[in-house]
């Protein structure tokens, strides 16, 4: 069974940058797409950003759009997104995705990714 960790969140003042990875346990990752998906108390997951397997190929949530980047070291088992000029709003535990299926890891399919992180706070301070 792949495990995916999140590293990398914390507290950031308004407009500041934080970049976060996810490390798989499994070389496997190298052919699986790869999601970030926010969350904040009450409210429901939302999708963030999404890489191809490849890598050639990102996906981003309009929100974010211009100001989060996606990557992946598939030497490194690794995702990571770089997030600058933070706003408050993006507040969040932030979890990591896997799965084949590109359209899943964009939360864009009826089923859940097949993998996910224990999640990493990311706090955007005013």
């Known amino acids: 069974q792949m495990q995916l960790v999140e590293s990398g969140g914390g507290l950031v003042q308004a407009g500041g940058s934080l970049r976060l990875s996810c490390a798989a346990s499994?070389?496997?990752?190298?052919?699986?797409?790869a999601g970030w998906f926010r969350q904040v108390p009450g409210k429901e997951r939302e999708f963030v950003a999404a890489i191809s397997w490849t890598g050639g190929s990102t996906y981003y949530a309009d929100s974010v759009k211009g100001r989060f980047t996606i990557s992946r070291n598939n030497a490194k088992n690794t995702v990571y997104v770089q997030m600058n000029s933070l706003k408050p709003e993006d507040t969040a535990v932030y979890y990591c995705?896997?799965?084949?299926?590109?359209?899943?890891?964009?939360?864009?399919?009826?089923?859940?990714?097949?993998?996910w992180g224990q999640g990493t706070q990311v706090t955007v301070s005013s």
């Open positions: 995705a896997a799965d084949p299926d590109i359209t899943t890891a964009q939360g864009r399919s009826e089923r859940l990714p097949g993998y």
């Open positions: 499994e070389r496997t990752f190298r052919n699986y797409a």
